[in-house]
């Protein structure tokens, strides 16, 4: 198997497999999501949004993740995920980051293109190894627990023509869409995805891969489904933070002298374990190394 990321991105669309997008923002999310990869021996994106990179750091996000790939001989590769301008796109890729996503989907489509363009230019000079990611839509919400539901508007979605377009007018390597996923998680039910707009997609691009944003609370039969469809990349991380946050808060209110921090932060670390191991064979990424 091939250790680079876009053929591992092409064999998963091959294979009818996707790998595990998760996000981190502290060494005890990325601990777990890793032992999680090495158990069900697993290639998978961590990733740090902009705000999570701010509070990490670009080169000690770098630092960490080589450190964990090097010594466990596993392929983990490091995304910057939703960063918003070229600036922050641009720090990313000069700290080491395998892989890039610019967040330019609130921008018209020319704008987007330009943006985009510019991105993937710039990675292709400093790293050819380096998969830059794209996106064409909408995205609602944001990577929380939303009282009320939200509605998907046509407008939104992905369309098959503008995916063809865009991708070869910006040389992007994955293509992120839009076909009913939003950021976070609607306590009263996320939209289903719309498979069929997917399979127009994936017949549009045949070639690229695609990503999912906002796997979580997708139903496990709408993942399923997009599996054979191109879905290439699928990221969590409102479920890992739900997971993170109950089992820390359940441990203090059972324990609230504890003052160790590996030791409250234990039941945190097994409960983003669990669900990334569910994740990874909900998406049939598992013993592909």
Request: proline share 4%; net charge negative.
């Amino acid at each position: 198997m091939s250790n680079k990321l876009k053929d591992l991105l092409i064999q998963a669309k091959d294979g009818d497999y996707a790998l595990g997008h998760f996000n981190f923002s502290e060494v005890t999310a990325l601990k777990a999501i890793i032992a999680a990869c090495e158990s069900l021996r697993s290639p998978v994106f961590v990733g740090t949004s902009e705000g999570e990179a701010g509070f990490l750091g670009h080169t000690r996000a770098v630092g960490l993740v080589a450190k964990w790939k090097d010594d466990l001989d596993l392929p983990i590769y490091l995304n910057a995920d939703h960063h918003k301008t070229l600036e922050s796109a641009k720090a990313a890729i000069d700290a080491g980051y395998d892989s890039v996503q610019i967040d330019e989907m609130a921008l018209s489509f020319e704008e987007n293109i330009k943006l985009s363009k510019q991105i993937v230019d710039y990675a292709k000079e400093k790293n050819p190894d380096i998969s830059v990611e794209g996106g064409i839509g909408y995205i609602r919400g944001s990577s929380d627990l939303h009282k009320e539901r939200i509605e998907i508007k046509p407008e939104d979605m992905t369309s098959p023509e503008e995916a063809v377009r865009f991708v070869k007018e910006t040389g992007v390597d994955r293509l992120a869409i839009v076909i009913g996923n939003i950021h976070g998680i609607s306590l009263k039910g996320n939209p289903k995805l719309n498979l069929e707009r997917l399979k127009e997609i994936h017949e549009a691009v045949p070639g690229v891969p695609l990503t999912l944003h906002g796997g979580s609370g997708i139903s496990d039969e709408d993942i399923a489904a997009s599996l054979s469809l191109g879905m290439s990349n699928i990221h969590v991380n409102t479920e890992l933070r739900v997971a993170f946050h109950d089992a820390l808060v359940g441990t203090l209110k059972r324990d609230p002298d504890q003052t160790t921090p590996y030791k409250f932060l234990g039941p945190s670390l097994d409960a983003v374990r669990r669900v990334v191991e569910k994740k990874l064979r909900l998406f049939g990424a598992v013993d592909i190394i």
